[in-house]
T-cell receptor, first 113, second 108 residues
């Protein structure tokens, strides 16, 4: 079955540590996205990518980095510069950037130790 | 800038109707609607691509007023399964940004 896989489901970060969240899709979608969701809040866009080897900052990119070396993969690194990283992180993909529906992964809950 | 949704929360009895509004200060190419159940990923409901276009999903429908940059989601004869948080997403310049969400609770 096609879909988006995020791992791990739960992740803990120590102070000063970088952590990487994985996102893989086998839907052959060109566009991929990372969103952050805080309790009771909406989805805020961190980074998005429309094509391999290219990505753009979203609304809250500071303290995060991404790469898009393969069409199927769009990992997100939460760096030590992100001072408030505790949140639910959702990865999504779509056929094209703005006119097709988003398919979401099941999310990663990141907490600070 | 994120789209603005209202109301923030609504409580319904089964069978009642509700309207959720979404407005944007930016010109939008399309409007998306998603529903998220507690602890789960958001699930796509519908996209509206043209001004004035209305679409439906079961007894959930939506409209898009391109002139006013506003969209409304209509929950008709609500069912228990309609409970969740509804998000509108506005697409402009290849970027999809979401509103803050509207929590809907349907009670028996």
């Amino acid at each position: 079955d096609g879909g988006i896989t995020q791992s791990p489901k739960y992740l803990f970060r120590k102070e000063g540590q970088n952590v990487t969240l994985s996102c893989e899709q086998n839907l052959n979608h060109d566009a991929m996205y990372w969103y952050r969701q805080d309790p009771g809040q909406g989805l805020r866009l961190i980074y998005y990518s429309q094509i391999v080897n290219d990505f753009q900052k979203g609304d809250i990119a500071e303290g995060y980095s991404v790469s898009r070396e393969k069409k199927e993969s769009f990992p997100l690194t939460v760096t030590s510069a992100q001072k408030n990283p505790t949140a639910f992180y959702l990865c999504a993909s779509s056929i094209v950037a703005d006119t097709s529906k988003l398919f979401f992964g099941s999310g990663t809950q990141l907490s600070v130790l | 800038q994120q789209p603005v949704q209202s109301p923030q929360a609504v409580i319904l009895r089964e069978g009642e109707d509700a309207v959720i509004n979404c407005s944007s200060s930016k010109a939008l190419y399309s409007v998306h609607w998603y529903r998220q159940k507690h602890g789960e990923a958001p699930v796509f409901l519908m996209i509206l691509l043209k001004g004035g276009e209305q679409k439906g999903h079961d007894k959930i429908s939506a409209s898009f007023n391109e002139k006013k940059q506003q969209s409304s989601l209509y929950l008709t004869a609500s069912q228990l399964s309609y409970s969740g948080t509804y998000f509108c997403g506005g697409a402009a310049g290849n970027k999809l940004t979401f509103g803050g969400g509207t929590r809907v609770l349907v009670k028996p």
